[in-house]
């Protein structure tokens, strides 16, 4: 198994503009996990999903963010519109149960 | 969830053993310990996890006191590989089929040749 794939694995872009974040779960797994890590807040849950429906997204920091999943192999994260706040590098994982395995992750660097 | 204390960072020679603590004086009688590391660049992997019973896994062990109100996470012949952010969480296991985790600040250990 390839493991959890993120794409892209680096994304540089300007403020304003829309930035989508990739990840494909391991298969099998029905949980999914977004996370954002920062040097100032660590690592921080932003949502998560149970067979595709999000079940806590309190973690989501504002209206400009949003993630979703269409279906058991597939999950976005986007962020419309960026702000330079926003750089950091966020993490997507993927659970059949008490493990999480998480993927390498996207550095976002927002200008 | 419980909230759980580590040291910052700790050191260990190449091959002995290191002994990572966490407290956890808070927790509730149906939280799982679990750790967590991270390597420098990586995403967090899972390590180990348990109740109140000692765990060992091919990776490490984790030994829980009776009270359960702290545990130890030992890793048997450090590499410099192991040199990482350990991260301790306790965690209900959600009958809802996801279990979120929190992580802190967890300990940044040092493995020295």
């Known amino acids: 198994d390839a493991g959890v794939i993120q794409s892209p694995r680096h994304e540089v872009t300007e403020m304003g503009q829309e930035v989508t974040l990739r990840c494909k779960p391991i298969s099998g797994h029905n949980s999914l996990f977004w996370y954002r890590q920062t040097m100032m807040r660590g690592l921080e849950l932003l949502i998560y999903f149970n067979n595709n429906v999000p079940i806590d997204d309190s973690g989501m920091p504002e209206d400009r963010f949003s993630a979703k999943m269409p279906n058991a192999s597939f999950s976005t994260l986007k962020i419309q519109p960026s702000e330079p706040r926003d750089s950091a590098v966020y993490f997507c994982?993927?659970?059949?149960?008490?493990?999480?395995?998480f993927g390498p992750g996207t550095r976002l660097t927002v200008l | 969830d419980a909230k759980t204390t580590q040291p910052p960072s700790m050191d260990c020679a190449e091959g002995r053993a290191a002994n990572l603590p966490c407290n956890h004086s808070?927790?509730?009688?149906?939280?799982?310990v679990y750790w967590y590391r991270q390597i420098h660049s990586q995403g967090p992997q899972y390590i180990i996890h348990?109740?109140?019973n000692n765990e060992t896994n091919e990776m490490a062990s984790l030994i829980i006191t009776e009270d359960r109100k702290s545990s130890t996470l030992i890793l048997p012949h450090a590499t410099l590989r192991d040199t990482a952010v350990y991260y301790c969480?306790?965690?209900?296991?959600?009958?809802?089929?996801?279990?979120?985790?929190?992580f802190g600040t967890g300990t940044r250990l040092t493995v020295i040749p």
């Open positions: 348990g109740l109140k």
């Open positions: 994982a993927s659970s059949a149960g008490n493990e999480q395995f």
């Open positions: 808070t927790i509730s009688g149906n939280e799982y």
């Open positions: 969480i306790v965690r209900v296991h959600s009958n809802r089929g996801a279990n979120n985790l929190f």
